[in-house]
């Protein structure tokens, strides 16, 4: 882990760097693959929706950059006990006649796992606790304790404070990742065709 990392709140001019990581982060992910298939266009998708996610959050002061001297390298938000803030963001034009084509390929299953879903993510906000957004470490400086350094900042609280935390993901290399800190896996909602599995993840307070 590097002693040149420092984490602290996000400043207001780091919002579209904090937008950049997250496109970066997850180019590569099923949903937004699937919503926006072409490059160009799905960066341009994730620009958007990361920077709304941010802006949203921000308010709740919880959104943290990890900085090596002035330069972001890492941003996390999360969003404190009781609080719930969902992205809107609306898929690019050009995409919908492709998820037209992926809703009557899928048909009757594809209505089953938006609730599916739906239903996992309303009952972990129900539960309370912190709620990881996202996490995201620019690509050139992962494996450096980056993300580390932004788990711990929040989770160290939620241990003082006796509170949980919770997140939902849909890259199956993440799961082992967070089960390092203690989160659990408290239900899926399995892939299947173009669709990715989501788990949904929980962390009670450590000792």
Known sequence: MSDTIRVTP?????????????????DADGMARLIAPDAVERRSFLLRGG??????????RHVFGAYEADALRGIA?????GVAVRSTEAPPLRSLPRLVRVALAQGP???????????????????????LAFLATHPDHQRRGIARRLLEHVLARADT?????????????????????????????PG????????????????
Do not use: C
Request: zero cysteines.
């Open 161 to 189: 404070d006796g509170v949980p935390a919770w997140l939902e993901t849909s890259d199956p290399v993440n799961p082992p990742i967070y089960e390092r800190f203690g989160f659990v896996t408290v239900g899926t909602v």
């Open 192 to 207: 299947h065709g173009t669709l990715p599995t989501f788990w949904f993840m929980r962390r009670t307070p450590q000792a």
């Open 51 to 60: 920077r709304k996610q941010i802006e949203r959050a921000m308010p709740y």
């Open 77 to 81: 938000v999360w969003l404190p006990p």
């Open 109 to 131: 299953p594809l209505v089953r796992y938006l609730r599916a879903r739906g239903s996992r993510l309303s009952d972990l906000h129900a539960t309370g606790g912190w709620h």
């Open 10 to 26: 996000l400043a207001r001019d780091d919002v579209a760097g904090g937008a950049d990581l997250f496109a970066r982060a997850f």
